[in-house]
């Protein structure tokens, strides 16, 4: 590793300066789309995990909504 950034659209800009590749969620392709090309990963899969402070019925709602979800929906494509 030559490069190292905290931010995605500073991540961008090292790949579009030809300093290297990265690895992004699919989301990150409505920030920036001059000289970046972005390639699926077959198969490649992302760990998601959720936290909150205390019992909220809203999160516990949430939660079970992203794990019904997550059975049947390719989250990745909507990017």
């Known amino acids: 590793m030559v490069q190292h950034a ?3 659209p500073n991540l961008l800009g090292l790949v579009a300066a030809g300093v290297g590749v990265t690895r992004l969620a699919a989301s990150a392709r409505t920030l920036r789309d001059t000289g970046v ?7 490649d899969a992302v760990e998601t995990v959720a936290a909150w ?3 909220q019925p809203a ?5 079970a909504l992203l794990a019904e979800m997550a059975g049947h929906t390719d989250l990745t494509a909507a990017g």
């Open 6 to 8: 905290a931010t995605v």
């Open 59 to 63: 999160a516990e709602r949430l939660v």
């Open 37 to 43: 090309v972005f390639v699926p990963i077959a198969g």
């Open 53 to 55: 402070r205390t019992a």
